[in-house]
């Protein structure tokens, strides 16, 4: 590996940069966002179904936050990564550590900091975290990502533009937000509620380790990608004929169908307060075709239980097109 081809001296030493653009999660998004990624939770959909559960508001689901997070890393590196363009990006992993769902009224902003860079053949690989705040200031998401960047080569080697210019403001670097455990509730944003605890439908005593969870199989078809990629407000595309979508399922789209068959077992979307995934080789996006559906078959297993905290630890396989689409992915549930 040589020296990475990234300019940022002033973001790789002992700050971070916001960004100046919040993002107001609406009902409207939530309940486009469930429907693009398969997650059929009432609480998502209804908001007496959510008020029913002690939340305020449209409860988003687990990888809404994604979103959010996906864009204030774009707008990150286009400010300060020469020849950056988000056409030239894949996710090698990510991990999501939930504080509180997002629901319907929060404004979300972003403090993003740059962990590392390395230069691998044609690409960048930035590492780089991203933390989630609601308006008062507290913690509501952490993400981690690991990205290939494919930059243009530039003639002349000269820094990026300045975050200042572009949206962005530096601020002192704090410590990584610590994720409160179970019990520790941060206050939501709607009325000053507590979060309610998880109340997944899944007995924690009947669990055991190398407990396998029921294989369920999603239907994913041409159209279903583009609409995914119009609500995250990603780039979709269609075939000469100007009406089949053709294209690629993103990682993105995985893991909130991964999300969404944890969810669906559970029988409570909040109760996940972790994910890591890191994509197969070649499989950071999962090719459609123009004719039928393709079918993802999603698996589980307990791999660790820890009584003491009611968590449990669960590896989660997906295979499409005889391929698996996961390199590994893992959640971390959380019982009451």
Same mark, same amino acid.
């Given at each position: 590996?040589?020296?990475?081809?990234?300019?940022?001296?002033?973001?790789?030493?002992?700050?971070?940069?916001?960004?100046?653009?919040?993002?107001?999660?609406?009902?409207?998004?939530?309940?486009?966002?469930?429907?693009?990624?398969?997650?059929?939770?009432?609480?998502?959909?209804?908001?007496?179904?959510?008020?029913?559960?002690?939340?305020?508001?449209?409860?988003?689901?687990?990888?809404?936050?994604?979103?959010?997070?996906?864009?204030?890393?774009?707008?990150?590196?286009?400010?300060?990564?020469?020849?950056?363009?988000?056409?030239?990006?894949?996710?090698?992993?990510?991990?999501?550590?939930?504080?509180?769902?997002?629901?319907?009224?929060?404004?979300?902003?972003?403090?993003?900091?740059?962990?590392?860079?390395?230069?691998?053949?044609?690409?960048?690989?930035?590492?780089?975290?991203?933390?989630?705040?609601?308006?008062?200031?507290?913690?509501?998401?952490?993400?981690?990502?690991?990205?290939?960047?494919?930059?243009?080569?530039?003639?002349?080697?000269?820094?990026?533009?300045?975050?200042?210019? @572009?949206?962005?403001? *530096?601020? %002192?670097? $704090? !410590?990584? #937000?610590? /994720?409160?455990?179970?019990?520790?509730?941060?206050?939501?944003?709607?009325?000053?509620?507590?979060?309610?605890?998880?109340?997944?439908?899944?007995?924690?005593?009947?669990?055991?380790?190398?407990?396998?969870?029921?294989?369920?199989?999603?239907?994913?078809?041409?159209?279903?990608?583009?609409?995914?990629?119009?609500?995250?407000?990603?780039?979709?595309?269609?075939?000469?004929?100007?009406?089949?979508?053709?294209?690629?399922?993103?990682?993105?789209?995985?893991?909130?169908?991964?999300?969404?068959?944890?969810?669906?077992?559970?029988?409570?979307?909040?109760?996940?307060?972790?994910?890591?995934?890191?994509?197969?080789?070649?499989?950071?996006?999962?090719?459609?075709?123009?004719?039928?559906?393709?079918?993802?078959?999603?698996?589980? @297993?307990?791999?660790? *239980?820890? %009584?003491? $905290? !009611?968590? #449990?630890? /669960?590896?989660?396989?997906?295979?499409?097109?005889?391929?698996?689409?996961?390199?590994?992915?893992?959640?971390?549930?959380?019982?009451?």
């Amino acid at each position: 590996m040589g020296s990475a081809s990234v300019d940022v001296p002033h973001v790789a030493s002992k700050e971070q940069l916001r960004s100046r653009n919040t993002f107001t999660v609406t009902a409207e998004h939530i309940r486009d966002y469930a429907r693009a990624v398969g997650n059929s939770d009432r609480i998502h959909l209804d908001a007496d179904a959510a008020a029913a559960r002690g939340f305020g508001a449209l409860v988003a689901p687990p990888t809404f936050a994604t979103m959010v997070w996906m864009r204030a890393e774009e707008e990150t590196l286009t400010a300060m990564v020469p020849g950056f363009h988000i056409g030239r990006i894949l996710h090698a992993d990510r991990a999501l550590d939930i504080v509180r769902p997002l629901v319907a009224g929060d404004r979300v902003s972003c403090d993003v900091h740059f962990e590392s860079f390395r230069h691998y053949r044609d690409y960048d690989i930035v590492s780089m975290v991203t933390t989630m705040r609601d308006h008062l200031g507290q913690v509501i998401v952490i993400g981690s990502s690991t990205l290939l960047v494919h930059t243009q080569r530039l003639a002349a080697r000269h820094p990026g533009a300045h975050g200042d210019d @572009r949206g962005l403001e *530096l601020v %002192p670097a $704090r !410590r990584r #937000a610590r /994720v409160p455990g179970l019990g520790e509730h941060l206050p939501m944003r709607q009325r000053g509620v507590a979060v309610p605890r998880p109340r997944p439908v899944v007995d924690f005593q009947e669990l055991r380790v190398g407990y396998e969870l029921p294989v369920r199989r999603h239907a994913l078809a041409p159209s279903d990608v583009m609409d995914h990629a119009s609500v995250v407000g990603a780039p979709g595309r269609f075939d000469a004929d100007g009406r089949t979508p053709v294209g690629a399922t993103p990682g993105m789209l995985s893991l909130g169908l991964a999300a969404g068959y944890l969810s669906s077992w559970l029988g409570d979307p909040t109760a996940v307060a972790k994910y890591r995934v890191q994509y197969a080789p070649k499989m950071h996006y999962l090719p459609v075709g123009t004719g039928e559906s393709t079918s993802i078959e999603f698996r589980g @297993r307990v791999t660790w *239980l820890n %009584p003491t $905290r !009611r968590t #449990a630890t /669960v590896v989660v396989e997906a295979m499409a097109q005889s391929r698996k689409l996961f390199g590994y992915a893992t959640a971390e549930a959380r019982f009451p």
